[in-house]
């Protein structure tokens, strides 16, 4: 069950739900449709005129750009996290140096993505972290209990597909405890705040697309990827002899003690240490790579955003993860997210909205006429050819 609802988490309602809608509005309406402005705003001029509603589109980008701050501050702080625990518990090294340490060395790698560009840094650095990605669950599968995990994996698959609604909708009203507001309620506002930019970030890349090339790329193939990658995990946790201890250190210090505790009682914990360092440095630069070109361009309306500016908006996220680490009241900053979760789904609804408003355009556009009267015209003449060859036919 616990496998089961990190599928629903992670795979719905993110890639599909999330991601996928924002990616093909932001593609269709942007690019197909044509906007004057590289913004997030542009989801709404199908539905809203720009100079009537300029103001829901100067605050539609403020939330936008908040809300993607949040969301970044939140995992640069659990990733600076993760990263000291593995270090000091795994190889005794002092923890509060080497997360300023491991943020500093981020931070260059991060500029020199930035100078080299969209696709030399952004796109190499994505491709060296699915390699990091695969090494690592390679080994975790070898070194653990490989059939456990499989079928482990198989199980909690069953479950989720044969429960996903009653799954979405619990809400526990009756429990004592708050588990579905911790878990779901936060999965459902984190999405909110990733989608905005990893979907319109996905449109950017795939420029060229058509729409079912994006949804097998988006959402078809990292089903099946992050299916493997958390029953891996999972059976890793999970199995028997390993989720004592690691339990006791969930318990006794958070989720980065218990992955601390988890490569500690494994096999080449050395190993696996610096796999997982290099795995969540990758993801963390990945995710600030994608995340700050968005935001930049967002913020100067340029589908090219420069270096400079991008460069000023890595910083500014930089400082704020670190503040989340040193300073707990800057940890209201992950509150962020949460609170744009409601107003963005309102978004989400209009956007949904604004594309096949955009699609239906786009329709007229190129057939010259709407559907229904398309489809009119075809079934006269169709039925005008073939009074035609009756006659034909009668006169032979």
Not at 5 to 17: C, D, W, Y
Not at 61 to 87: E, K, R, W, Y
Not at 129 to 154: D, E, Q, R
Request: aromatic share 12%; net charge negative.
């Amino acid at each position: 069950m616990a496998l089961a609802f990190m599928f629903l988490h992670n795979i719905l309602p993110g890639l599909i739900a999330w991601y996928m809608p924002i990616a093909i509005a932001f593609g269709l309406i942007v690019y197909t449709r044509g906007s004057h402005e590289y913004k997030i705003s542009a989801m709404l001029e199908p539905v809203l005129d720009r100079e009537k509603y300029g103001a829901v589109y100067w605050i539609t980008d403020l939330a936008a750009m908040v809300a993607i701050v949040g969301g970044l501050a939140t995992s640069l702080g659990f990733i600076g996290n993760q990263l000291s625990t593995i270090m000091g518990t795994v190889y005794g090294i002092g923890s509060e140096t080497v997360t300023l340490a491991l943020f500093g060395i981020i931070g260059l790698v991060f500029i020199g993505d930035v100078w080299l560009g969209l696709r030399n840094g952004i796109r190499n650095m994505a491709r060296a972290t699915v390699g990091f990605i695969v090494v690592l669950f390679a080994m975790l599968l070898v070194l653990g209990p490989t059939m456990f995990m499989i079928n482990l994996g198989i199980d909690a698959v069953g479950v989720w597909l044969n429960n996903i609604v009653r799954m979405a909708l619990y809400t526990g009203p009756v429990s004592e405890g708050t588990w579905a507001q911790e878990w779901t309620s936060f999965w459902w506002a984190w999405w909110a705040a990733w989608g905005i930019f990893t979907g319109s970030f996905v449109a950017r890349v795939s420029k060229g697309r058509t729409i079912r090339e994006t949804f097998i790329v988006l959402g078809i193939a990292p089903t099946f990827f992050l299916v493997i990658q958390h029953s891996i995990l999972a059976g890793w946790a999970l199995a028997p002899g390993n989720k004592e201890p690691i339990s006791a250190a969930l318990t006794s210090g958070g989720i980065p003690a218990a992955l601390a505790e988890a490569i500690t009682i494994t096999p080449l914990a050395s190993v696996l240490g610096i796999l997982f360092v290099l795995v969540l440095s990758g993801y963390l630069l990945t995710s600030l790579d994608s995340a700050v070109f968005m935001l930049s361009s967002i913020n100067i309306g340029d589908e090219e955003p420069n270096a400079r500016n991008r460069a000023w908006w890595g910083l500014v996220l930089a400082f704020l993860g670190v503040m989340t680490l040193e300073l707990p009241g800057a940890r209201a900053l992950e509150s962020f997210s949460a609170v744009l979760a409601l107003p963005f789904t309102i978004f989400f609804l209009v956007i949904c909205y604004s594309t096949y408003v955009a699609a239906r355009e786009y329709y007229q556009d190129v057939f010259g006429t709407d559907r229904d009267a398309l489809f009119t015209e075809y079934t006269e003449e169709s039925t005008q050819r073939s009074e035609a060859d009756s006659v034909v036919g009668s006169d032979d």
